[in-house]
Structure formats: C-alpha cells, structure tokens
C-alpha cells in the first residue's frame, strides 16, 4: 500500500472558521486528489494536482482551495467552514495519473461543522 | 448529474452465495472502469478493473462484467465471504479528451453476507 497519512483524523470546527486538512504520501506519486464522501453521493471529486504548484478543479470545488508546495504533501483548505462541508474527506495519489491507474487512499478525515 | 450510478444503495447475500453489484453509466466517453472497497473508518481500496476492450475481466472470487451496448457493468463475488461485507464503488474514467486523470465515483453499495 501507498504510505497516504491524513490529518487531523477528526475534527470539530464551527461556521466560519478557516480548516487545513493535510494529506501526506511517501511514494512520490505525482498525482495527488482530494474528495468527499456524502450519503447518497458517493466520493466526489473535490481538486486534484499534478504536480508540484500544479491544481486544478474537481467537481465540488466552491469553498476550497489547495496547495502543493511538495510533492509529499497537498492541503485542503476550507476558508470559511459551512454546515454543508461537514463531510468525510479522502486523500488519494497516483503515481501517474492515467484512468487505468489505480488510486491510493488515505483513511480520512471526518471534519463537522457547527 | 450522476454519470455513474448504483442504484442499489443496499444488498444482503448469504455466505457461499453469489454477489452481484450492479452500476450503469451515461457518459460513452468512459473507456475503463474499476472497482473499489471500503470498510468503516478506512479508505477506499482497489479491487478489480475492466478496459473497455474486454467485457470480462476475473481475479479470484472477484469477476467484473462490462456491457458496452448497455453502458452497464457489474461485479460478481463467488463465493461471499463475511469479510466482504462493505461499501463497493464503481467508478470511471475518460479518454485524454475527457479528463484521463480523473475518476468519477458512483454512490456506492452496501453488501452485507449473511453467516
């Protein structure tokens, strides 16, 4: 298995209040993803980087922003919590991000929002 | 708009029967498709893929079948075990023109095995 460590595992917050999830990877996958898993939606892509500096949207990209200063390590941030991104978060690499890849995923971050 | 979906949000199987989970999908640009498991509080892990140009792909217990024609693809588990009781996603991905780095995930499945 990919070394994919996610933190904090949990996390309470309340509306309004910046969160930064970090996603960290020991095999130097150059694609680095993060999603959301929701009742009745599944995982849902959320950004994805490429590469060092490189990001781009997902699906469900309003209200989050990421960064990659190194290839270990992509963060997801959220600038100002909503109710609505209480969520379980899931970090995923892939070493080149082609579709038959297989993609490695962290354990999660369970984050609610109040 | 859900471009893959599992309409069964729930399935119980007894152990030693068969399994199968079923998926459909919308969009023709999607050109291979993989399946994923997930336990409680863990991540979701592979378990089986399929190219559009084959329409049975076998690993074990695990065979996933793709129906091109019908946009359908299902996973057959033989024989179930307890320890397969989970969340199974499917999930597609595009051609270069569509996003080739890019999985798109369906909403997911709960299979519970009996004993």
């Known amino acids: 298995d990919a070394g994919i460590t996610q933190s904090p595992r949990h996390k309470v917050t309340e509306t309004g209040t910046p969160v930064t999830l970090r996603c960290h990877q020991t095999?130097?996958?150059?694609?680095m993803y993060w999603y959301r898993q929701d009742p009745g939606h599944g995982l849902r892509l959320i950004h994805y980087?490429?590469?060092?500096?490189?990001?781009d949207k997902g699906e469900v990209s309003d209200g989050y922003s990421v960064s990659r200063s190194k290839t270990e390590d992509f963060l997801l941030t959220l600038e100002s919590a909503t109710s609505s991104q209480t969520s379980v978060y899931f970090c995923?690499?892939?070493?080149?991000?082609?579709?038959?890849?297989?993609?490695?995923f962290g354990p999660g971050t369970r984050l609610l929002v109040l | 708009d859900q471009q893959v979906k599992q309409n069964s949000p729930s399935l119980s199987v007894q152990e030693g029967r068969i399994s199968i989970l079923n998926c459909d999908y919308t969009?023709?640009?999607?050109?291979?498709f993989l399946w994923y498991k997930k336990y409680p509080a863990e991540g979701p892990t592979f378990l089986i893929s399929?190219?559009?140009?084959?329409d049975k792909n076998e690993d074990g217990r695990f065979t996933v079948f793709l129906n091109k024609s019908a946009k359908h693809l299902s996973l057959h588990i033989v024989p179930s075990q307890p320890g397969d009781s989970a969340v199974y996603f499917c999930?597609?991905?595009?051609?270069?023109?569509?996003?080739?780095?890019?999985?798109?995930f369906g909403t997911g499945t709960r299979l519970t095995i009996i004993p």
């Open positions: 999930a597609a991905s595009g051609g270069a023109n569509f996003g080739n780095e890019k999985l798109t």
């Open positions: 399929i190219s559009s140009i084959k």
């Open positions: 980087s490429y590469g060092v500096k490189d990001t």
């Open positions: 995923a690499t892939g070493p080149t991000g082609l579709g038959q890849e297989t993609q490695y």
């Open positions: 095999e130097n996958h150059r694609y």
């Open positions: 969009n023709s640009m999607f050109d291979y």
